[in-house]
C-alpha cells in the first residue's frame, strides 16, 4: 500500500512537470475562464479507523466525478468510487471450519476460499476553489454526504463448497450500509493549456452504518450494534473540463 501511496504522487508530479513545458498563447488563456463542467477520473487509497479497522485493513479504489464549476469557482457535483482490498480482520467463515482452519468441499476435499473486501461511496458535494493564479490552481474544499456499504467478498473459484454458494453466501458477507460524509482538502491545477488539469489531496470518509443482513451464520444473531466506519487517504484525479461561453466559445 506504501508504493501504491507513492506511485500516485509520482504519477501527478510528472503530469505537473510534463505541462509546464509548454508557453502559454492568449487563445489559451480564454479557455480558462467562465463556468465549466469537470469530469474526473480518480484514484484513491485510504487506511481504516474506528470499526472499519476491525474488519478491514487498507484499500484501494477509483470512481468517477462529475462537477460544476461557477466562474467564481464554487463547486457543486456528484462522486462515486468503488472500494477494494485483500486484507480482511474477520472471520466470517469460522463456523465452517476444521480445528485445523480448513473449509471442506463438495467433493472432500480443502476448499479454495479466499476473502476480499469490496465496497463503495456515492454521494453529493459543494466546496470552493480558491485558485492563486491565471491557470486557475489553487486549494480545494469540498464537502459532501452519501451512501457507504462494504461487504465481505467470499471467493470460491472453483465453487467446491457448496456451504457458500446461493443465498447461502448472504449469511456470511457481512454486508454493511448506511450515511457517510465526505471531506476533501488539496490542490487543484486547472491549466489554460489543457495539458495539466488535475487535482491531489486528502481525504475523510466517516460512515453512520450498520448490518443489512438479517442473520449471521457465524455469530448465530443479527449483527445489529451500530457503527462507525472511518477512512482517511490520498486521492487524485486526472480531470477533463468543458467550459461553457457563447456557441462559438465553447472549449474543451
Same mark, same amino acid.
Do not use: C
Given at each position: ?59 484501494? /479504489?477509483?470512481?468517477? @466525478?462529475?462537477?460544476? #464549476?461557477?466562474?467564481?469557482? *464554487?463547486?457543486? &457535483? +456528484?462522486?462515486?468510487?468503488? %472500494? =477494494? ?21 463438495? /467433493?472432500?476435499?480443502? @476448499?479454495?476460499?479466499? #476473502?476480499?473486501?469490496?465496497? *463503495?461511496?456515492? &454521494? +453529493?458535494?459543494?466546496?470552493? %476553489? =480558491? ?43 457481512? %454486508? ?77
Amino acid at each position: 500500500m506504501k508504493n501504491y501511496f507513492f506511485s500516485l504522487a509520482l504519477l501527478s508530479f510528472a503530469t505537473h512537470l510534463w505541462a509546464q513545458t509548454y508557453p502559454l498563447t492568449l487563445h489559451d488563456e480564454a479557455r480558462n475562464k467562465g463556468s465549466a463542467i469537470l469530469l474526473h477520473l480518480t484514484f484513491g487509497a485510504h487506511i481504516p479507523a474506528g470499526d472499519m479497522a476491525e474488519r478491514f485493513g487498507a484499500d484501494g /479504489n477509483f470512481g468517477l @466525478a462529475l462537477e460544476y #464549476l461557477t466562474d467564481n469557482n *464554487y463547486i457543486v &457535483g +456528484a462522486e462515486g468510487h468503488y %472500494l =477494494f482490498g485483500n486484507k480482511v480482520n474477520e472471520d466470517p467463515l469460522a463456523i465452517l471450519r476444521t480445528p485445523e482452519g480448513d473449509i471442506i468441499g463438495n /467433493n472432500r476435499l480443502i @476448499a479454495s476460499v479466499a #476473502l476480499r473486501e469490496r465496497g *463503495y461511496y456515492a &454521494g +453529493a458535494m459543494v466546496g470552493r %476553489l =480558491f485558485a492563486f493564479n491565471e491557470k486557475r490552481s489553487g486549494i480545494r474544499l469540498t464537502l459532501g454526504a452519501g451512501l457507504l456499504r462494504h461487504w465481505i467478498r467470499i471467493q470460491d473459484d472453483e465453487n467446491s463448497a457448496a456451504q457458500l454458494t446461493g443465498d447461502y453466501k448472504k449469511g456470511y458477507d457481512r %454486508l454493511t450500509g448506511g450515511l457517510a460524509l465526505n471531506q476533501f482538502i488539496g490542490w487543484q491545477s486547472l491549466s489554460a493549456d489543457r495539458r495539466s488539469n488535475w487535482l491531489i489531496g486528502f481525504e475523510f470518509n466517516e460512515g453512520f452504518t450498520n448490518t443489512l443482513r438479517d442473520w449471521d451464520y457465524t455469530e448465530r444473531r443479527k449483527l445489529d450494534r451500530k457503527r462507525l466506519d472511518l477512512r482517511i487517504g490520498l486521492r487524485v484525479a486526472w480531470t477533463l473540463p468543458f467550459y461553457q461561453g457563447k456557441a462559438d466559445q465553447i472549449y474543451y
